[in-house]
């Protein structure tokens, strides 16, 4: 199979699987004294500090989650509690839309959903208004769409946003280790971010909390009082382990990375276009992740050319939540009719894919799409 799904799960590195499975061999508990529990806090520690050299952060600006997922209910709760409008975006992962709503379910009027235009950029001016007339307590954005890869300028958002008071948080999830992101430059408050998009394992994530950042503690979990109070539960230590080693590895290829995917995108999109004439590639004006590209082939069922196409594990709109066969918000967002929506397939590479890999997909997408559009052109019996 050629896997380019990478925006739902990436391959897991070796280096992590190595930093995994040494974890795993050895016992104790990173809370205890003990020898055995130093070295399971030794391994957290290196964990926390390759993370946070990815990021160009403090270690001890790091929580430890479960996932994206979480550290996005935790940064949407705990910003929602210094009072004030949450605004989001209408192209959020349901990890943000869905906590969005949640924590204003008792005043929905808190919630403000920004619109997106055709090429899934943000809409800034209602977000201004926002900021204007009403006292808004956290703006979350994502820095990169996991359905398109379309990136988010969030110079503008953060200037406007602290002018006024408010915080911002950032959902890095599709963004974190493929490209590169400097949070001294970046001045975000807030960011989540998920192991297995860059390497490392499911099932682990963090949440970066800026040193100083005027927030309410809110966490889910109580009990032990880990991760400084904002994460209880004992630690994750091999997962935290996969996580540090996955992010060093990512650090460390990064630059020739970043022009290897892109070529290996454009190759990708260059022999679609060629051979499929009417197919659309979604935010192809703007800027996007490199090794993303979604590609809506009208009149051509995405549950189909994929069904066509085993050998090939790509995507259709949503997938990467439930599979719940529903037409992408994202797509709908940018304006797209639900029969579009539900023709678009989304291709993910990353620091495995090859360029033979790249050729296989294409060639195959093309027959594939060849086919169910003569199915669909034969009359029926
Ligand atoms: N945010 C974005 C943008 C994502 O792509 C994902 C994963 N699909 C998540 C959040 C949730 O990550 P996880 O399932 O690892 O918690």
């Known amino acids: 199979v050629v896997y380019l799904d990478y925006n739902a799960s990436a391959p897991l590195r070796p ?15 990173a809370s205890s004294m003990h020898h055995p529990g130093r070295d399971a ?3 957290v520690d290196l964990a926390r500090r390759q993370l946070a050299d990815l990021l160009n952060c403090s270690p001890g600006e790091i929580i430890f989650t479960s996932g994206a997922t979480e550290a996005n209910n935790l940064a949407l709760r705990a910003g929602y509690a210094r009072g004030g409008v949450l605004v989001t975006s209408a192209v959020e992962h349901p990890a943000v839309l869905e906590a969005a709503r949640a924590v204003t379910a008792e005043h929905p009027a808190s919630l403000v959903v920004l619109p997106v235009d055709g090429d899934g950029t943000v809409d800034l001016d209602p977000l201004h208004e926002v900021l204007r007339y009403r006292e808004v307590a956290l703006v979350s954005l994502m820095i990169a769409n996991n359905e398109t890869g379309v990136l988010t300028d969030l110079m503008p958002v953060i200037k406007a946003a602290h002018d006024a008071g408010a915080l911002v948080h950032t959902d890095a999830t599709q963004y974190v280790g493929r490209l590169p992101l400097d949070l001294n430059e970046v001045d975000v408050d807030l ?3 998920s192991a297995h998009k860059f390497g490392g394992p499911q099932g682990v994530g963090a949440l970066f909390v800026r040193r100083g950042t005027p927030l309410p503690h809110r966490p889910i979990l109580v009990g032990g009082g880990h991760e400084r109070g904002w994460r209880a539960g004992t630690l994750n230590v091999a997962g935290i382990a996969g996580l540090g080693a996955a992010a060093e590895a990512a650090r460390l ?3 020739q990375e970043v022009d290897r995917t892109t070529a290996l995108r454009d190759t990708l999109e260059a022999a679609l276009t060629a051979e499929v004439a009417d197919c659309r590639i979604n935010g192809a004006r703007v800027g996007r992740l490199p090794g993303v590209t979604s590609i809506t082939f009208p009149g051509v069922p995405a549950d189909a050319v994929l069904a066509t196409m085993p050998q090939v594990a790509a995507s259709d709109g949503s997938a990467c939540s439930s599979g719940a066969p529903s037409p992408s918000h994202v797509l709908l967002a940018m304006g797209h009719s639900r029969e579009d929506a539900d023709s678009t397939v989304r291709f993910s590479l990353g620091y495995a894919t090859t360029t033979r890999d790249v050729e296989r ?3 195959t997408a093309v027959n594939a799409v060849r086919h169910v559009r003569s199915m669909m052109a034969a009359p029926a019996e």
């Open 361 to 363: 997909a294409a060639e």
């Open 253 to 255: 290829q990064l630059a």
């Open 15 to 29: 280096e992590a699987l190595e930093a995994i499975v040494a974890a795993l061999s050895s016992v104790g508990n």
């Open 41 to 43: 806090a030794a391994r």
């Open 191 to 193: 960011l989540s971010l």
